[in-house]
């Protein structure tokens, strides 16, 4: 089964930086994550192929870059300029697809991110 290892994560103050990282047991195409705040319903932040094509969310576009080590089956998220409302706790994910339109999603355990105001 693919597991995902993630790190990173912590308290800082808004403005500040901060960078995850997400290390893959094997090269997976589609690879980003996902935040969920308290009391809040997961959602989209970004995501990157194994090419390096990107998307982002509106919220966080041009102060989070993804970028990854294909050699090291690895991501990473710095996130610059922090913002109260980016506090959350951040999954890194990756997809398979399985083919027939069925797909496998696998999540990291998470890592808190707390941006204080």
């Known amino acids: 089964q693919v597991h995902l290892v993630e790190s990173g994560g912590g308290l800082v103050q808004a403005g500040g930086s901060l960078r995850l990282s997400c290390a893959a047991s094997e090269n997976i195409n589609v690879m980003g994550w996902h935040r969920q705040a308290p009391e809040k319903q997961r959602e989209f932040v970004t995501t990157i192929t194994s090419g390096g094509s990107t998307n982002y969310a509106d919220s966080v576009k041009g102060r989070f870059t993804i970028s990854r080590d294909n050699a090291e089956n690895t991501v990473y998220l710095q996130m610059t300029s922090l913002k109260p409302e980016d506090t959350g706790v951040y999954y890194c994910?990756?997809?398979?697809?399985?083919?027939?339109?069925?797909?496998?999603?696998?999540w990291g355990q998470g890592a808190q991110v707390t941006v204080s105001s």
């Open positions: 994910f990756a997809r398979i697809i399985r083919g027939s339109g069925w797909y496998s999603d696998y």
